[in-house]
């Protein structure tokens, strides 16, 4: 299957501070990419569509302010964390797709750990 | 987008063959059945996706009926790493844009016992 990647894996940082996070379609562009949020013991909640070359689209209830998203290229979207505080602390997901004509996939980066002190 | 129901949790001994059933009455006639395995602190991977009788690869089989309300994930002689979150989702995939949006539910926690 198609890979994903996320980096960093884990990341520790101090309430106030902004982290950034990439998410990487390996072998396959993705015009498409999406972000999601896990906290302990809960489903994946999805975040927001990231678009290649245009504003990213945000779920009800997610600060796009907060959650800054940039999709660059057709094989990297990062998700910025500004001014970040204890309660955004979470397992954040990427997801892409190859392009194809047919039957699409998500496949899944490896999450990135986020801890706010 | 059709809303899953799964069982909370399961538990299987070594060696059994696991069949985790989610059901999915709104399914509409676009609709693609997913399924996909997450282990802790990792992203989730893709098992199987099908749309309708059977599917089956390297490492599950994937049952739906003629109606469609319901799908059977089966994995064959589980393994105790195989204890992970299963997630059944359902939704258009046909696309062909890379842009299916997909959403998660509560998903089943297979526990495999010595």
């Known amino acids: 299957g198609a890979v994903v990647s996320q980096h960093p894996s884990w990341v520790i940082c101090k309430s106030g501070t902004s982290v950034k996070i990439e998410c990487r379609s390996l072998d396959f562009q993705a015009t498409t990419m999406f972000w999601y949020r896990q906290f302990p013991k809960q489903s994946l909640m999805l975040m927001a569509t990231s678009n290649e070359g245009s504003k990213a689209t945000y779920e009800q209830g997610v600060e796009k302010d907060k959650f800054l998203i940039n999709h660059a290229s057709l094989t990297l979207s990062t998700l910025t964390v500004t001014s970040a505080h204890p309660e955004d602390s979470s397992f954040y997901i990427c997801s892409a797709g190859p392009q194809t004509s047919g039957i699409e996939t998500q496949y899944f980066g490896p999450g990135t750990r986020l801890l706010v002190l | 987008l059709a809303k899953t129901t799964q069982p909370i949790s399961m538990d299987s001994y070594e060696g059994q063959e696991v069949n985790i059933t989610c059901s999915h009455n709104n399914i509409a006639t676009n609709d693609y059945i997913t399924w996909y395995q997450q282990f802790p602190s990792q992203g989730p991977r893709f098992i199987i996706q099908?749309?309708?009788t059977k599917v089956t690869n390297e490492v599950a089989s994937l049952f739906i009926p003629a109606d469609r309300k319901s799908s059977t994930l089966s994995l064959p002689r589980v393994s105790l790493s195989d204890t992970a979150v299963y997630y059944c989702l359902v939704g258009d995939i046909y696309s062909g844009a890379g842009s299916y949006q997909l959403t998660f539910g509560k998903g089943t926690k297979l526990s495999v016992i010595p």
């Open positions: 099908g749309y309708k």
